[in-house]
């Protein structure tokens, strides 16, 4: 691994030339990027690459956003100290380590026990106090801790269960990278007014899809 002065400079570069340069200009989120050390999250033999602009593995099956995607998703939320977030399949927890200290509460739903533990150590060497872990599918979201004022899905989706729609707060804020089967994947953001979603979306990236949030297929007979 890189000398810690060196891993300050690639992370200071990250900030620089892939998150401000895309759109992204919130100061205490920028912020964030800059303190949060992404290669503890990563899996052990790809910290090197923990601040290119690309997809970041976590183990050998799934992967975490490029830092441009997280942080224009983040940037997107409108996150404010009395928000309450939901990160749906958070993984080792990189995205609820930068948001952590910009909100009231952050809940990580995630069912690999090893990402798990990877994200509650990682939010005890950061002195993270304000996070919980729930092991449980993600599709399912956390229905005792709800309503959330936002919710990240830290994966790509095909599409959004309505289960966790339900759990979002009126006039909250969910963000998303939508696979629907055409050439590209979309960053999206939602708001929820009354029972209707609205939807805008916001550019293309890349995402893995978990294999619980592919679209349920509806047999004709």
Do not use: W
Request: aromatic share 6%; hydrophobic share 45%.
């Amino acid at each position: 691994m890189m000398n810690p002065s060196a891993v300050l400079q690639v992370r200071r570069n990250m900030v620089d030339n892939q998150l401000r340069p895309n759109k992204v200009n919130t100061g205490p989120l920028l912020q964030r990027f800059m303190d949060v050390p992404r290669e503890i999250f990563a899996d052990s033999s790809h910290q090197e690459q923990a601040y290119v602009d690309n997809l970041l593995p976590m183990t050998t099956d799934r992967t975490m956003y490029a830092p441009m995607t997280l942080a224009r998703m983040l940037q997107e939320l409108n996150l404010t100290e009395q928000d309450k977030v939901l990160i749906v399949a958070g993984g080792t927890g990189y995205s609820a380590a930068i948001i952590a200290p910009l909100v009231a509460e952050v809940v990580v739903v995630e069912e690999d026990g090893y990402l798990l533990d990877v994200a509650k150590s990682a939010a005890i060497d950061l002195h993270l106090d304000n996070i919980s872990f729930v092991r449980r599918a993600p599709e399912k979201g956390c229905l005792a801790k709800a309503p959330y004022n936002c919710i990240l899905f830290d994966s790509a989706v095909e599409e959004i269960p309505q289960v966790i729609i339900n759990q979002l707060a009126e006039n909250g804020r969910i963000c998303a990278v939508i696979d629907d089967n055409s050439v590209v994947k979309e960053a999206t953001v939602f708001v929820k007014v009354g029972k209707t979603l609205f939807e805008e979306k916001l550019f293309e990236t890349k995402g893995d899809v978990l294999k619980n949030f592919q679209r349920t297929e509806k047999f004709v007979f």
